[in-house]
């Protein structure tokens, strides 16, 4: 590298990373921000480098661990290990461009992701031959990562919000945010008008069939609200009128007489008092600003890198997956599937989906819940008794003993959540079936996912998982602890879904490494 100022994409070439890599470091205060022009561009001094190039040399990166399965002590057995993964958790993500726009209860770190394509890809070959799949594309991490990197990529995510916000995000790269910037001005003076205006009553009306205990909003808020979705249809350019929407989405809980707890429930039951006036347009004028500055920098991070990624988002099941996809044609699969807790991701998503228009009714959600990976304990508790539809012995008799918990209670027993289990694994044979043909036979599949505690039984999800994919023909490579979490999470605690343990179970998180 010559001795002379840069721009990010030159300084992180110079230091041996991605340019997205850099961008994180400066964010999280690694090391010092540097100097910008008069534009607002980063510029790299050869000194800014070479101090970098320092903090690079002096980390220190371990493969992944081999772990033995069936542990009785998950604590004894990840005591003294050295992760080869960074924080998974979501909390990362909250000051970086684009990983930002869209909280998600079940979002996992940009830094994982990342730490996954350091781990399982070959750096030799050539970024535009490499597909990346996320099954469960949520509001797209890992896709969205994967085009940073100039790497191909697939997603599948059959949450209608959900897939709008990842949709909205790998297109937004190619907007133009001096566009959102005008738009987002004439949005504040139509707005501006017709709030003053005592006589204006706003022609949207809120979704007559999304029902909730008290008012989601109040009158004032939810005036306002109306006044956001009456300007929608002036925005002739559908990918900024996509992306109003998501911003309005993002934020409009926020304003709500709700708020996640991490499910969705009133505010007043978690001693929040109830919003009665909010400054509606200013809170999603800020959203927007936030996605057109990431709009802005994208090009100075990624133009180069992500100009050849090729990308593919479906709002569907992943078990349809084989009907979009040739086989054999995934390099590395990054996810994390629905747990084995039954967190309703759709029911908590019902605001956006109703407002936004993409439900009118609760029968719209059925079907979506029918084809949900595991389903849900409600969808399930109430039919006879759903075997299994392979052989697993430690399944079959955990399963047993479950149903002989708490049968006073009938489907909120035992049998009720055995049923769910056994949906739950019958899904997941079935997604690694599908897994097994898609995935090239150089290919790595990391799959996140938990131990579950359900009427007091601790069901290793995990090592079970693991087993179902060494069933299929898949070959069982790590299970490596991301993390551990305290007991106490509403599925253990609920009274509905516990019984009292005898002692405390820890709560972990692993990433389940899969490959052919």
Not at 68 to 97: C, M
Not at 206 to 230: C, E, H
Not at 368 to 393: C, M, N, Y
Request: charged share 25%; hydrophobic share 40%; with cysteine.
């Amino acid at each position: 590298m010559s001795a002379r100022n840069c721009f990010l994409t030159e300084g992180a070439s110079g230091v041996g990373v991605a340019p997205i890599t850099l961008k994180r470091w400066l964010l999280e205060g690694r090391f010092p921000e540097v100097q910008r022009d008069r534009n607002g561009w980063r510029i790299f001094t050869p000194e800014n480098i070479q101090r970098i190039k320092a903090f690079v040399e002096k980390q220190s990166f371990h493969g992944p661990m081999q772990l033995s399965l069936y542990q009785d002590n998950v604590s004894a057995v990840y005591e003294d290990k050295t992760a080869s993964f960074r924080d998974s958790a979501f909390n990362g993500n909250k000051k970086l461009p684009f990983h930002r726009w869209v909280p998600w209860i079940a979002g996992f770190s940009s830094n994982f992701v990342e730490d996954c394509f350091r781990n399982y890809l070959d750096p030799s070959i050539p970024a535009s031959e490499v597909t990346i799949l996320d099954p469960f594309a949520g509001v797209g991490t890992t896709l969205t990562e994967g085009i940073m990197h100039g790497y191909n990529v697939v997603g599948f995510e059959i949450n209608p919000y959900a897939y709008l916000a990842c949709k909205i995000k790998l297109s937004a790269r190619g907007l133009d945010a001096r566009l959102v910037d005008e738009q987002l001005q004439r949005f504040l003076q139509y707005y501006a008008a017709r709030v003053v205006d005592k006589d204006y009553k706003p022609r949207s009306r809120p979704p007559d069939k999304f029902g909730t205990r008290i008012a989601f909003f109040s009158p004032k808020v939810q005036r306002k609200a109306l006044i956001v979705i009456d300007y929608l249809p002036n925005i002739k350019n559908l990918e900024i009128r996509e992306l109003f929407q998501l911003a309005f989405g993002t934020v409009m809980v926020s304003f709500s007489n709700y708020s996640y707890e991490p499910s969705l429930g009133r505010r007043e039951s978690s001693g929040k008092e109830n919003i009665l006036d909010a400054p509606v347009e200013q809170i999603l004028a800020a959203k927007i600003r936030d996605m057109s500055s990431d709009i802005k920098e994208f090009e100075e991070l990624h133009g180069e890198v992500a100009s050849h990624s090729k990308t593919q988002v479906f709002n569907e099941t992943f078990f349809k997956a084989l009907d979009f996809c040739a086989e054999e044609t995934i390099d590395l699969l990054v996810t994390s599937p629905p747990y084995l807790n039954n967190y309703h991701y759709l029911r908590n998503t019902r605001p956006q989906l109703f407002w936004l228009g993409m439900a009118s009714d609760p029968k719209d959600l059925r079907p979506i819940e029918q084809q949900s990976f595991g389903k849900f304990w409600q969808t399930v508790r109430d039919q006879e008794t759903i075997p299994l539809d392979f052989h697993h012995a430690l399944l079959e008799k955990k399963l047993e003993l479950l149903r002989e918990i708490n049968t006073d209670r009938k489907t909120y027993g035992g049998h009720g959540w055995a049923n769910y289990a056994a949906t739950y694994f019958n899904d997941s044979y079935r997604f690694c079936e599908v897994l097994s043909k898609l995935l090239k036979p150089t290919g790595t599949a990391v799959v996140v996912i938990g131990n579950s505690i359900l009427q007091g039984l601790e069901i290793k999800t995990d090592e079970i998982f693991a087993d179902i994919g060494e069933m299929v023909g898949l070959r069982k490579k790590d299970i490596i602890l991301l993390r551990t979490k305290r007991t106490g999470s509403s599925i253990v605690d609920s009274s509905v879904r516990a019984a009292k343990t005898k002692k405390q179970t820890p709560l972990y998180e692993t990433a389940v490494v899969l490959g052919r």
